[in-house]
């Protein structure tokens, strides 16, 4: 089955820096990856996501990559700002649409 | 738009007791609805997949007899944890995914204390 690493584990930024979180796959079959903010408490929420044939999305802030020959994608936050202090999710949907496997999180901390 | 509900939100009870989560889909059609437990700074574990009008599929390890799933309608799946035990309390959250996308939606859990 699908096996989805994210790293760091923990991220600490200063208010108004960059964020970069990075997941790999090993299933060539999956072809979409959402990323999901996660707060205390909370659901995850869906934030941003890709398909396996683009490989690169924007949202004002919010950027991901994709790089399907090394399996790997990113999440790029700029200018970041305390509220984006939350648990980021990567996941991986292989083709079928049957489930999908999530990375094992990162925290993100922005200090003001 | 793309709004799941879970209701209750917190649920207290005691050792032996049932419990039903709600999961509701309010603007979209969830022909597949998904049940995962998330345990204090771990990533969400899925439990079962749901298709309306079927049986649940149950993740490995997931006792089906314990946690019963249902999913009547287009819009609402439940999970009843049948009696409940202290390592049953968890943070409990569904995902609905709407008919023919890729996308899933998530609740915003449920936190279950079993006493």
């Known amino acids: 089955g699908e096996n989805v690493e994210q790293h760091p584990s923990t991220l600490s930024v200063q208010e108004g820096d960059s964020a970069v979180i990075k997941c790999t796959y090993s299933?060539?079959?999956?072809?979409?990856f959402p990323w999901y903010k996660q707060e205390l408490g909370k659901g995850p929420q869906l934030i941003i996501d890709?398909?396996?044939?683009?490989g690169e999305k924007k949202d004002q802030r919010i950027a991901v990559t994709l790089n399907k020959t090394a399996k790997h994608f990113s999440l790029h936050i700029t200018e970041t700002q305390p509220e984006d202090s939350a648990v980021y999710f990567c996941?991986?949907?292989?083709?079928?649409?049957?489930?999908?496997?999530f990375g094992t999180g990162t925290k993100l901390q922005v200090i003001p | 738009g793309a709004v799941v509900s879970q209701h209750p939100s917190r649920v207290i009870c005691k050792s032996g007791t049932s419990v039903k989560i709600e999961c509701r889909s309010l603007?979209?059609?969830?022909?597949?609805m998904f049940w995962y437990r998330q345990f204090p700074k771990q990533s969400l574990m899925l439990m079962a997949t749901?298709?309306?009008?079927?049986?649940?599929?149950?993740e490995q390890g997931v006792e089906k007899d314990k946690f019963l799933i249902n999913h009547a309608s287009l819009t609402l799946s439940t999970l009843t944890v049948t009696s409940a035990h202290p390592e049953d309390s968890s943070f409990y959250i569904c995902?609905?995914?709407?008919?023919?996308?890729?996308?899933?939606?998530f609740g915003p859990g449920t936190r279950l204390l079993v006493l």
């Open positions: 995902s609905a995914r709407d008919s023919g996308g890729e996308t899933q939606y």
């Open positions: 299933d060539s079959a999956s072809n979409y």
């Open positions: 890709i398909r396996s044939n683009v």
């Open positions: 996941a991986a949907l292989t083709g079928g649409y049957q489930k999908v496997t």
């Open positions: 603007d979209f059609q969830a022909t597949t």
């Open positions: 749901s298709n309306e009008g079927s049986k649940a599929t149950y």
